[in-house]
């Protein structure tokens, strides 16, 4: 499997403690809890400070609770946020209102600043989220709360069987490359790319063709159309706690700072 | 239960109408462990696939004392365990656990046994310690002896495998075949692996064309070079067939050299 596609997939797995409290909740109430935070922070009128203040003061709280360190948590945000924040880099410029301030060749509006810090806060936020869910949850977990929670079951099984793959798939392109490669296959413009998507098509018949030995092999032990369980889960009043302790810290700002 | 498998004229074609099996004849009894022999394409997984009920052909098939058809697949399902040739098709779950317990729970069996066969199942192929870790973090042996788990864990009257020593090295291959000969039951191996098939097996059959064109003892057929070499098999250079010794099954006494048991049966043999 090449390194990169392994070390970005490695990043699924749980950081910190794994026996923090955190770390021991029913994956319903961290699904709630994060889910409720991000909620709360995006639909949250502009330049509402305290608001995201809150969430990040909770996020930050959840963090070290479960001693999740935040070099790791960089390196999971990072694949993400920057993306998120270049979509709203331009606002600033093009987005007139308030004091206008010259720097160089170049005009900024506080009204854009401001849109662009909430967007910044918001993202953020939801990314931190999402980050600090996976960082403390493992993903099987997060499908059986899921699925715990009503989601249709055939979008949590595609998703399990999507995560299962996802190792096998990149080990199948890492390979393919590789053997690329080293028949000296070294692209230098768009035109010799044609290899690149022989490669793809070649990886999705195998794909294709490895769905249907999974098939097989789940109806040669019984399958019959519903996923069977194997731990039930259960939702204690400690994470009832937690869910309260959550929005409790955030829902009243929001309400106050709405409010006319 | 009975868990033989008697084959009478099975035939299948694929969809593009080229014959796979021409006219199977192989019956298999209670307690017998089978290679099964041939080169590829031969029909080896054909074959292999029919026991379950995941393709049929025409002809007779009775396994495991169910006439199979339609209304027959789910409990023979149950009653016969396929360890297919890639692990990594028959590990889907997210955990080793939940993969073990996913036959059983498809059985309809409670909770509490369901983990009962886990950890037995588990036990049976000593990878206990890899329960709760993902199918893709385990060694290409580890996951074909866990594969091999999740199939014991049903229970099955008769065990059927498909290539199970491919892409393993010595030591690993070596540990696969201490948890096959720990396994009490029918038993079919479909492999190329001849000194596999000497060690584990009592009988082989081989399949050339889809048709069934040697069947006896492992030690008779694998010292008959015109009938391996005519069907493009062989056993490894310098490999002396009278030195293996024969693993004995759960219980039994001990294991003898096939040159002894070769001697037994007379001529064919060295």
């Given at each position: 499997?090449?390194?990169?596609s392994?070390?970005?997939?490695?990043?699924?797995?749980?950081?910190?403690?794994?026996?923090?409290?955190?770390?021991?909740?029913?994956?319903?109430?961290?699904?709630?809890?994060?889910?409720?935070?991000?909620?709360?922070?995006?639909?949250?009128?502009?330049?509402?400070?305290?608001?995201?203040?809150?969430?990040?003061?909770?996020?930050?709280?959840?963090?070290?609770?479960?001693?999740?360190?935040?070099?790791?948590?960089?390196?999971?945000?990072?694949?993400?946020?920057?993306?998120?924040?270049?979509?709203?880099?331009?606002?600033?410029?093009?987005?007139?209102?308030?004091?206008?301030?010259?720097?160089?060749?170049?005009?900024?509006?506080?009204?854009?600043l401001?849109?662009?810090?909430?967007?910044?806060a918001?993202?953020?936020?939801?990314?931190?989220?999402?980050?600090?869910?996976?960082a403390?949850?493992?993903?099987?977990?997060?499908?059986?709360?899921?699925?715990?929670?009503?989601?249709?079951?055939?979008?949590?099984?595609?998703?399990?069987?999507?995560?299962?793959?996802?190792?096998?798939?990149a080990?199948?392109?890492?390979?393919?490359?590789?053997?690329?490669l080293?028949r000296?296959?070294?692209?230098?413009?768009?035109?010799?790319?044609?290899p690149?998507?022989?490669?793809?098509?070649?990886?999705?018949?195998?794909?294709?063709?490895r769905?249907?030995?999974?098939?097989?092999?789940?109806?040669?032990?019984?399958?019959?159309?519903?996923?069977?369980?194997?731990?039930?889960?259960?939702?204690?009043?400690?994470?009832?706690a937690?869910?309260?302790?959550?929005?409790?810290?955030?829902?009243?700002?929001?309400?106050?700072?709405?409010a006319? | 239960?009975?868990?033989?498998?008697?084959?009478?004229?099975?035939?299948?074609?694929?969809?593009?109408?080229?014959?796979?099996?021409?006219?199977?004849?192989?019956?298999?009894?209670?307690?017998?462990?089978?290679?099964?022999?041939?080169?590829?394409?031969?029909?080896?997984?054909?074959?292999?696939?029919?026991?379950?009920?995941?393709?049929?052909?025409?002809?007779?098939?009775?396994?495991?004392?169910?006439?199979?058809?339609?209304?027959?697949?789910?409990?023979?399902?149950?009653?016969?365990?396929?360890?297919?040739?890639d692990?990594?098709?028959?590990?889907?779950?997210?955990t080793?656990?939940?993969?073990?317990?996913?036959?059983?729970?498809?059985?309809?069996?409670?909770?509490?046994?369901?983990?009962?066969?886990?950890?037995e199942?588990?036990?049976?192929?000593?990878?206990?310690?890899?329960?709760?870790?993902?199918?893709?973090?385990?060694?290409?042996?580890?996951?074909?002896r866990?594969?091999?788990?999740?199939?014991?864990?049903?229970?099955?009257?008769?065990?059927?495998?498909?290539?199970?020593?491919?892409?393993?090295?010595?030591?690993?291959?070596?540990?696969?075949?201490?948890?096959?000969?720990?396994?009490?039951?029918?038993?079919?191996v479909?492999?190329?692996?001849?000194?596999?098939?000497?060690?584990l097996?009592?009988?082989?059959?081989?399949?050339?064309?889809?048709r069934?064109?040697?069947?006896?003892?492992?030690?008779?057929?694998?010292?008959?070079?015109?009938?391996?070499?005519a069907h493009?098999?062989?056993?490894?250079?310098?490999?002396?067939?009278?030195?293996?010794?024969?693993?004995?099954?759960?219980?039994?006494?001990p294991?003898?050299?096939?040159g002894?048991?070769?001697?037994?049966?007379?001529?064919?043999?060295?």
């Amino acid at each position: 499997m090449s390194g990169l596609s392994n070390h970005a997939l490695e990043l699924t797995g749980l950081a910190g403690d794994p026996c923090s409290a955190v770390h021991r909740l029913d994956p319903r109430a961290k699904i709630i809890g994060l889910l409720g935070v991000t909620i709360l922070a995006v639909s949250t009128p502009l330049a509402h400070w305290p608001v995201f203040l809150a969430c990040v003061a909770v996020l930050a709280a959840y963090a070290s609770v479960a001693r999740v360190r935040p070099g790791a948590l960089w390196r999971r945000v990072r694949l993400v946020l920057p993306l998120v924040l270049l979509a709203g880099v331009l606002l600033p410029f093009v987005r007139s209102g308030g004091d206008a301030l010259e720097i160089g060749p170049l005009t900024v509006h506080t009204a854009g600043l401001v849109i662009f810090a909430t967007l910044a806060a918001k993202a953020t936020i939801g990314t931190l989220s999402a980050a600090l869910l996976s960082a403390t949850t493992t993903f099987p977990a997060v499908l059986r709360g899921l699925e715990a929670m009503r989601l249709p079951r055939l979008l949590v099984l595609i998703a399990a069987l999507m995560y299962r793959y996802l190792f096998v798939i990149a080990g199948e392109a890492g390979r393919m490359r590789a053997a690329l490669l080293s028949r000296g296959y070294s692209p230098r413009h768009a035109l010799h790319a044609g290899p690149t998507g022989r490669v793809a098509s070649a990886l999705f018949l195998r794909t294709y063709a490895r769905g249907e030995r999974v098939y097989l092999a789940m109806l040669a032990r019984g399958y019959r159309g519903a996923m069977p369980q194997l731990v039930p889960l259960s939702f204690g009043r400690s994470d009832a706690a937690f869910v309260a302790l959550v929005l409790l810290a955030v829902l009243p700002l929001r309400v106050i700072g709405a409010a006319p | 239960m009975s868990c033989a498998v008697h084959a009478r004229g099975l035939t299948y074609r694929y969809p593009g109408g080229q014959h796979a099996l021409r006219g199977v004849e192989l019956h298999v009894g209670h307690g017998e462990r089978v290679a099964l022999l041939g080169p590829n394409g031969a029909g080896k997984t054909t074959f292999m696939l029919h026991l379950n009920g995941l393709i049929s052909g025409t002809g007779g098939l009775e396994v495991a004392g169910l006439e199979v058809g339609r209304d027959t697949v789910h409990e023979l399902r149950t009653r016969v365990g396929l360890v297919f040739q890639d692990p990594d098709d028959q590990l889907f779950m997210p955990t080793v656990a939940e993969d073990v317990a996913f036959g059983p729970l498809n059985m309809g069996l409670d909770r509490a046994a369901v983990a009962a066969r886990v950890d037995e199942a588990l036990g049976a192929v000593r990878m206990e310690h890899v329960a709760e870790r993902a199918p893709y973090q385990l060694s290409m042996g580890e996951r074909r002896r866990v594969a091999i788990a999740t199939v014991l864990a049903m229970h099955p009257a008769l065990l059927v495998l498909d290539e199970p020593s491919a892409n393993l090295d010595p030591r690993a291959r070596r540990e696969l075949l201490d948890v096959l000969a720990g396994v009490d039951g029918t038993m079919l191996v479909t492999t190329h692996d001849l000194p596999l098939a000497a060690e584990l097996c009592e009988r082989a059959v081989i399949l050339a064309g889809g048709r069934v064109v040697g069947d006896g003892p492992c030690e008779h057929i694998l010292a008959d070079e015109r009938l391996l070499s005519a069907h493009d098999l062989e056993l490894p250079a310098g490999f002396d067939l009278r030195r293996v010794r024969r693993r004995s099954r759960p219980g039994d006494g001990p294991e003898p050299l096939l040159g002894a048991i070769g001697r037994d049966h007379g001529p064919g043999f060295g």
